[in-house]
């Protein structure tokens, strides 16, 4: 006969405790520590059964591997960012703000995969059927091997998979399905992780390729224990804001392919629509001429994309001044402004700075910060860089350019643009050659580069 135990767990991160706290041990969050009903079977339960049996180690040059087969989606970016087309077999969690178009874009990608012959199940926890065939007449959806299901007992799931048998299963949301054997509501640590392992389980076993739909936390992470990512073999997120029609499908975690690739998509009355030439998309209102504009070539994933950084530097009148960054870290502005100050002699202590990536992009990598530096000094100078010109590059707190990877592959992407002049670290030239349309120079400091760009700095 099963044990009821009653605990104490974190909404937030899945911590665990005997008692109740005010504020979780394990985040510092507070009033997040729930009680939750545990029942201790006797039998095991989850994603994988104890073997009965014991297996033995294997010497790794005796164990057979064969290229994962993959199914291509005629959506070429999805494609992309699960490393060139969906594995069979494979669990993919896709988080994302409400309303920013989760259901609508697997929605499009269930229609495209049963207009192929690929029977695929859309399982809605949170609309009913109803809903769910309004919004796929207002895509355009109409395929018989499509099966629209609105329940949230796993057990039930279970059973219709056994059923109609198809090769995709989309879950939206795996907060709304919950265990009958869990007493826990749904959503909860208990249900999201006991209800994420059985699909997990289904998935692996029966060969399918299984997608869930998570929810957000107000912080941007997926909702629920932590373990639910590790468990996955896929993480994406859908970012986009809400007064921008573009959206990015972002991969944090890939069994199959790399992380951080990005896929862009436009979003229609009709739907998402691919975005085949991002570069294009991020430049196309830049302002000519501009004092604080600059460009540069960020590496997202395996490709290189061009967008537009700007800068606001302006008299304080507090006795702090201010710093805001979007799309890029603010203490990453800081220590830029800090080597301007100590470098090159520029007192900014009595200016407000407001940095921003045009679009609504986020950037993280250090190849930005050339880019970032010029772009401050460009404003504060209150003096215009070549509009075509392009800045790549690492800054050193000793005011030293430093190399960066992928040099070639972001310098042709400039050059294919039309971008006359591209700055990159001096250390970065030599083993390829530059494109034919495009002058290259390579710098070592920041006053090399500022001087090259700048008249009269």
């Keep these: 006969m099963a044990k009821k135990k009653s605990k104490f767990m974190c909404s937030s991160c899945g911590y665990e405790a005997a008692k109740w706290m005010g504020r979780c041990p394990g985040c510092g969050e507070w009033n997040t520590m729930n009680e939750e009903v545990e029942v201790i079977s006797k039998g095991p339960r989850g994603a994988f059964q104890h073997s009965t049996t014991a297996t033995k180690a294997t010497p790794i040059i005796h164990v057979e591997v064969q290229e994962e087969t993959r199914i291509a989606t005629e959506m070429n970016e ?50 009913s059927v109803r809903q769910t065939k309004l919004r796929a007449e207002r895509l355009g959806v109409h395929t018989p091997e499509l099966y629209i299901y609105s329940e949230t007992n796993l057990e039930f799931l279970n059973q219709t998979i056994d059923e109609v048998q198809p090769k995709f299963v989309i879950v939206d949301s795996i907060q709304t399905v919950h265990h009958p054997e869990v007493t826990s509501a749904p959503g909860s640590v208990s249900q999201v992780r006991e209800c994420t392992a059985e699909l997990m389980r289904i998935a692996k076993t029966k060969n399918i390729a299984i997608f869930l739909v998570g929810h957000v936390t107000k912080e941007g992470q997926i909702a629920g224990p932590r373990i639910l990512e590790h468990m996955v073999d896929t993480v994406l997120y859908f970012e986009g804001e809400r007064h921008h029609n573009h959206r990015i499908l972002r991969s944090q975690k890939n069994r199959f392919g790399s992380t951080n690739e990005i896929a862009i998509f436009e979003m229609l009355h009709g739907g998402l629509k691919e975005v085949l030439n991002p570069s294009e998309l991020f430049l196309q209102e830049r302002s000519q001429g501009a004092p604080g504009s600059t460009i540069v070539a960020s590496m997202e994933g395996t490709r290189p994309i061009l ?10 009148s507090f006795n702090y001044p201010k710093r805001m960054a979007t799309g890029v870290d603010q203490n990453r502005v800081q220590l830029l402004m800090a080597v301007l100050e100590k470098r090159m002699g520029m007192m900014l ?21 050339l880019a970032v530096l010029t772009s401050i000094v460009s404003s504060f100078k209150d003096q215009t860089v070549r509009p075509t010109d392009c800045f790549i590059g690492e800054v050193g707190l000793t005011g030293e350019v430093r190399r960066v990877s992928r040099i070639e592959q972001r310098v042709q ?39 090259e760009s700048f008249q009269n700095l």
């Design 78 to 127: 999805f494609n992309r960012v699960l490393g060139g087309g969906i594995v069979p077999g494979s669990l993919v969690l896709i988080g994302g703000d409400p309303g920013i178009g989760k259901s609508t874009l697997l929605l499009q990608v269930s229609a495209l995969l049963s207009n192929q012959g690929k029977r695929v199940l859309y399982i809605s926890g949170e609309e």
């Design 307 to 316: 967008v537009e950084i700007q800068s606001l530097v302006t008299p304080t």
């Design 349 to 369: 202590q009595a200016q407000d700075a407001y940095i921003k990536v045009a679009g609504g992009v986020k950037l993280d990598e250090p190849a930005i910060d």
């Design 413 to 451: 992407e400039a050059a294919k643009l039309g971008f006359k002049r591209a700055f990159i670290p001096a250390s970065n030239i030599g083993g390829w050659e530059f494109p034919p349309d495009i002058q290259v120079v390579g710098v070592e400091t920041i006053s090399d580069a500022l001087r």
